[in-house]
DNA sequence: ATTACTTTTAGTACCAAGTCATAAATGATG
DNA sequence: CATCATTTATGACTTGGTACTAAAAGTAAT
């Protein structure tokens, strides 16, 4: 039995977020109805034509490939910021941070995060890890989120300046690192 | 002057490289030509229409999040391997590796090799990173290959292992890093 | 059952951005 | 000037639509 028009409409949004790249016309078989319904409904659901949406998943593509190169620079999200003195960032675990067999973040997301932070911190065109001593302190999982605390502490006799950095979920201590970072003016090159 | 062929369908392809989404007639103003001379071209040069274009985009879009989730886990690629002992991988820095304004290695991508090898080497179901202290020694640029060598050490009193990692691009060292490893069999969980 | 209203289908004209094929105009070169 | 490559023009057809009008079918209420 043909199902009812809300129905049709429900399963009609689902269909085309989850296969974009189809058109009314293979629309029009699967919900056994005329091509017309299917456009009427698009309409009233807001759904663009087919090309549309293929030129909208293309140009998030192509944006993609941009903001790839500009987000990976920060990993996780600074919520505050003293330019030279302290910041901090939070970073929500998710599968791709995890080990796909157990739920574990890899060690490299959350010291990526730490030290995305360590060099954002620092009012410099460009900072550089020099050294770091770090310390993964308990586990995390995924779906746990990690607030990462940066300080700017002293320069060190080479004019290397250390960052510490402590990562938290709920309060509770899951890593720290101390970061000797290079300045952008005593460049190494 | 209005270019010759040849020249012209060099910077054609250049252009629809460089801007898939544009269409024959505004190609067409560009080069001061003819729309039929640029869909000649076109076929000369095997170039698809527009929509083809974007399709072919958007489709490669849908790919990569695929890719994205599975790739994760390792970072570089391991040539060598002798479980408990040794392990070597190779990672050629890339465009998603730098700093989007240098093009210098963010220092956490020459840690995730690091530390994803020194999780390759044990032979564990999960091996976990419980601390490390590591040295960025160099800069590492876009297009160099670094190469990370992974030698498991000691037990510690504690019962973790130590994994000494040192990355050289052409032999010059850029990274050093000691990891010290829990094992699955004494999981902190 | 008749009326009123919603939902669906049909049909036409039109559009963008093409393909395909044929023919004519233009340019350069021996 | 003849000849060949290159460019432009023209027309018919294609896909996957929009926009609009009109008719048909289904559903509910009086």
Redesign the pocket.
Known sequence: M?????E??RLLKETIEYTPF???????KI?????????????ELK???????IKSVAKLQWNEQVRALAVEDIVGEVVDLELDKKAISIMDIGREHVFTKKNIARGHHIFAQANSLAVAVLNDELALTAKSNIRFIRQVKQGERVVAKAVVKKQTDKGLTIVQVDSFVNNEQVFTGEFHMYRSRDSID
């Open positions: 043909r199902k009812t028009k809300a049709r409409q189809i058109t009314d016309e293979e629309l029009a919900f056994e109805v005329s091509i017309q319904t299917i456009r009427l409904d698009r309409m759904i663009p034509e087919l090309r549309e949406r």
